[in-house]
């Protein structure tokens, strides 16, 4: 379909919308967005952001799971020209100019350089955020264990936050990492690898450990990040609807946290004593 064929989503449209599905003045939210699937937004895809900000208000704030676009996560993967080019000459991870990862949505980088955005220090777990508890949720991210106790998926969860998937499917739910932090289950994969970063100025590589995000830390964990928000929708809890044209879904952080650890300490057990 052409671009004049499809109804125009406006910004007071996407408010309007905003507010049907839950979301309230003050919030906390953590978003997941697909631009594409909104539909033909007037103005592009600031407009999203600027709607979200403006039905959150002054008090309330936006955070995104960002990333870093040029992350060496899995290094040791790469072929050793590339290797080695990458630790000679990389640029160090910049909370303040490194690139936001465009694959975890095209908003992540039009956040991280909105006015008055804040991010996290940790290269691979980063977050940006913007409003009035932005600064207290990306500040002191811890390098080790980036997505436990202390980063700003706990933060998010300590706010009383909620999580807002518009338009993205139940995989790229972050906050399911935290609550494989906390479940209590044995044989946890860990992964330790090297991130430049500047510190002091100064290009530094240091050595990250942290459970293994992206090659399951348990078994199936591309399955279970789509069942969980599944099962947790049929017993009555989140709210479903459109923005836009978008499938979306409003979820209780800390909600949606304690039904993954109590889901996943059922599927894989509790460590013995």
């Known amino acids: 379909m052409r671009k004049s064929q499809l109804p125009p989503i406006t910004k007071s449209r996407l408010m309007a919308d905003f507010k049907k599905l839950g979301t309230e003045s003050g919030d906390t939210i953590m978003l997941h967005a697909s631009v594409k699937a909104i539909g033909w937004i007037v103005g592009g ?17 936006l955070t995104m799971y960002v990333g870093w676009e040029d992350s060496p996560y899995r290094l040791e993967k790469w072929n050793e020209e590339w290797q080695q080019a990458y630790l000679k000459e990389c640029p160090p991870f910049d909370p303040k100019m490194s690139r936001a990862h465009r694959k975890w949505s095209i908003l992540t980088e039009y956040l991280r350089t909105w006015p008055g955005a804040y991010r996290s220090n940790h290269p691979e777990a980063s977050c940006a955020a913007v409003g009035a508890r932005a600064k207290w949720l990306t500040e002191n991210h811890p390098l080790q264990y980036g997505y436990g106790p202390g ?88 709210i479903s609807g459109k923005i836009g044209n978008a ?7 800390n909600e949606l946290v304690n039904f993954a650890v109590q889901w996943l300490e059922r599927k894989y057990g509790k460590p013995p004593l």
């Open 151 to 238: 980063s700003p998926l706990a933060k998010l969860c300590e706010a009383k936050g909620k999580v807002l998937l518009l338009g993205a499917p139940f995989d790229t739910i972050t906050l399911l990492h935290y609550s494989e932090n906390l479940a209590k289950v044995s044989n946890k994969r860990t992964v330790r690898y090297k991130m430049p970063i500047l510190r002091d100025g100064k290009r530094v590589l240091v050595e990250i450990e942290e459970f293994d995000t992206c090659g399951s830390i348990l078994p199936n964990a591309e399955e279970y990040f789509k069942i969980i928000p599944c099962e947790f929708l049929s017993f009555g809890k989140g």
């Open 247 to 253: 499938q979306s879904y409003l979820f209780d952080a």
């Open 45 to 61: 895809p600031d407009i999203v952001i600027q709607a979200l900000l403006d039905v959150l208000g002054a008090d309330g704030t």
